[in-house]
Structure formats: C-alpha cells, structure tokens
C-alpha cells in the first residue's frame, strides 16, 4: 500500500487512485472471501496507512467505496454467496471493527484539517454501517 499513499501520489490522476482501489477490492473478493488468511494483511496494510496520513485517509475511503461497489452491494453482479463470505471473513476477524474505528478517525481529523478526505471517509463509514451489526460497531 505504500505506493498509493506516499507523497507521489499526490500528483497522480484521480482515476488512476480508483483502479488501484478496485484492483484492491477485487484481490479482498477473490482471496479474502474465500481465505482470509491468504490476503491477511489486506485490512491491517491499509488502515496502517490511513492512520498514517491524508493520503492514506483517501486511499482508505477510495478502497472501501471499491469494496461496496464491487463486492459487497447486490447490484454488483457478484453472487450473494461470496459478498457474503467476504462480510462474514471481514466479522470473524475483526476487520469491521477496526475499519470502522479508523475509519471514523480519519474522517474527523480530515475533517478538522479541512481534507475533502474527511467527507469522503464519512461515505466510506455510511457504507459500511449499512450491513455491518451495530453491536459490532458500537464500541469501536
């Protein structure tokens, strides 16, 4: 993830951070659904790096947008069965969790340093709050 979170991103393309945040999300539905073990640090790379910096913050919420879009939403194309299996490996191993309370503190120190990255992780979270339990994001 440190490419697309290090000062040479700035200057790349809008599309060019969303096909690597699709590239992302895809590798989580193929892998990580199945085994979450073999894409293990798919979750921990990432918040690592939004805690890390407004760039990272971006890359987050552009990675989690590409993961509702392209896996998790029903009007995606992708069966039932392995958005599902990519929700339940993303609960077992506490990545809801953790991506939620990343999440929400990007949003506001992004926020309170006037990033547009702050909005966008706050549509991030919307998407997540959306299927995940709420008892599991209660106490993040």
């Given at each position: 993830?440190?490419?697309?979170?290090g000062e040479a991103i700035s200057s790349v393309p809008a599309y060019v951070?969303?096909?690597?945040?699709?590239?992302?999300?895809?590798?989580?539905?193929?892998?990580?659904?199945?085994?979450?073990?073999?894409?293990?640090?798919?979750?921990?790379?990432?918040?690592?790096?939004?805690?890390?910096?407004?760039?990272?913050?971006?890359?987050?919420?552009?990675?989690?947008?590409?993961?509702?879009?392209?896996?998790?939403?029903?009007?995606?194309?992708?069966?039932?069965?392995?958005?599902?299996?990519?929700?339940?490996?993303?609960?077992?191993?506490?990545?809801?969790?953790?991506?939620?309370?990343?999440s929400l503190r990007c949003a506001a120190s992004c926020s309170a340093a006037?990033?547009?990255?702050?909005?966008?992780?706050?549509?991030?979270?919307?998407?997540?709050?959306?299927?995940?339990?709420?008892?599991?994001?209660?106490?993040?």
């Amino acid at each position: 993830m440190e490419w697309v979170t290090g000062e040479a991103i700035s200057s790349v393309p809008a599309y060019v951070r969303n096909k690597a945040a699709q590239l992302w999300a895809a590798a989580v539905g193929e892998w990580y659904g199945r085994k979450p073990s073999a894409f293990a640090e798919a979750f921990p790379a990432l918040l690592r790096a939004a805690g890390a910096s407004e760039r990272g913050a971006d890359m987050l919420a552009r990675c989690l947008v590409s993961l509702d879009e392209d896996i998790i939403s029903h009007e995606t194309g992708v069966s039932e069965a392995r958005a599902g299996a990519v929700k339940d490996a993303m609960r077992a191993s506490g990545a809801v969790v953790d991506v939620f309370g990343v999440s929400l503190r990007c949003a506001a120190s992004c926020s309170a340093a006037g990033s547009p990255a702050g909005g966008a992780c706050l549509d991030a979270l919307a998407r997540l709050v959306a299927w995940a339990d709420i008892g599991l994001l209660a106490n993040a």
